[in-house]
Nanobody, 119 residues
Framework: QVHLVESGGGVVQPGGSLRLSCAAS???????????MNWYRQAPGRTREFVAAITRAGDNTIYADSVKGRFTISRDNAKNMMYLQMNSLKLEDTAVYYC?????????WGQGTQVTVSS
């Protein structure tokens, strides 16, 4: 069972930046580099939505249109870590952000970290 722990959330003003981290552990048959990784978010009263994805080797990324050009997803397979650099934050970025690991159509979720953008 892959165990994921997010950190780095907090309160920031519009236009500010935050860097989220996702620490992965609990690997048995497969290593961290065997998993594609994603960030999702869920705002109050809304369904969970895709934010960004990164391939197993970290050589390809995709982003939701709403964050493209402002957020950057990355990973360090040697450290079993994934990151989300968030710049130019907007009020509508306020949400709980979740780390998601997927391999062979099976996924694991972290507990989430709260990001609040407020003036």
């Amino acid at each position: 069972q892959v165990h994921l722990v997010e950190s780095g959330g907090g309160v920031v003003q519009p236009g500010g930046s935050l860097r989220l981290s996702c620490a992965a552990s609990g690997f048995t048959d497969f290593t961290f580099s065997s998993y594609a990784m994603n960030w999702y978010r869920q705002a109050p009263g809304r369904t969970r939505e895709f934010v960004a994805a990164i391939t197993r080797a970290g050589d390809n990324t995709i982003y939701a249109d709403s964050v493209k050009g402002r957020f950057t997803i990355s990973r360090d397979n040697a450290k079993n870590m994934m990151y989300l650099q968030m710049n130019s934050l907007k009020l509508e970025d306020t949400a709980v952000y979740y780390c998601h690991a997927v391999r062979a159509s099976r996924g694991s979720w972290g507990q989430g970290t709260q990001v609040t953008v407020s003036s």
